[in-house]
């Protein structure tokens, strides 16, 4: 016959409980009111409230549509800060990353998809002919540019110039933007966006 568990708080509660601190700490992170969160979730901002003040035992349904709002696992949700890895790696499988697809353009956001910032990464390719145009950013917001492979336009307001493999450039991005790919083949670039 095995030992008898001592009367205590089991895994499972130590588990909760875990929950339900991490998920305030996310939502502290992003910024995010109860409301933001209830919309981004479609979990109820009283389900949402009852979980942070450790007085609901979330179902794996909404755990689920909790970090999904959040951009991580259920396993990563569970996880404490402390617990996690410093390293948070995008893989080139992962389809949440998946930006924009069509036939002229895919871009892949490379920045962590749950955190509000000021940089954001992207790995962008452009088909034969393709372009990714952009509206006006907000006031002083520029970009940086690195061609990978093939040869690229870049204009920025009424400045223009040509990018080959290798090359890099920044421009105002607060102003109408375009790049677009001159060359035969694909080309491929990354691009990095600094807000003010």
């Known amino acids: 016959m095995g030992k008898k568990r001592a009367n205590g708080p089991s895994d499972a ?17 992003n910024g995010w009111s109860l409301d933001n969160l209830a919309r981004a979730s ?3 901002r009283s389900m949402l409230s009852q979980i942070e003040r450790e007085q609901a035992n979330p179902t794996l349904a909404v755990t689920f549509k909790i970090a999904r709002a959040f951009g991580v696992t259920v396993a990563e949700l569970i996880e404490t800060s402390e617990a996690r890895s410093s390293i948070e790696v995008v893989r080139a499988s992962d389809r949440k990353h998946l930006y924009r697809a069509d036939d002229s ?13 000021d940089v954001e990464f992207y790995e962008v390719l452009l088909a034969p002919g393709g372009a990714l145009r952009s509206a006006p950013h907000f006031d002083g917001t520029r970009e940086f540019l690195t061609v990978r492979k093939g040869k690229v336009g870049i204009d920025s307001d009424t400045d223009a110039s040509e990018l080959s493999k290798g090359d890099s450039a920044n421009y105002r991005a607060d102003v109408p933007h375009a790049i677009t790919n001159l060359a035969r083949g694909e080309a491929a670039l990354y691009l990095v966006v600094i807000y003010p």
């Not at 509660?13 to 992170?29: G, I, K, P, Q």
């Not at 353009?105 to 998809?113: D, E, M, Q, W």
């Open 42 to 44: 479609g979990v109820s």
């Open 13 to 29: 509660d130590e588990m909760s409980r875990r929950l339900c601190r991490r998920v305030r700490e996310l939502r502290d992170s």
């Open 105 to 117: 353009c895919t871009i892949r956001t490379l920045s962590p998809l749950q955190l509000e910032k």
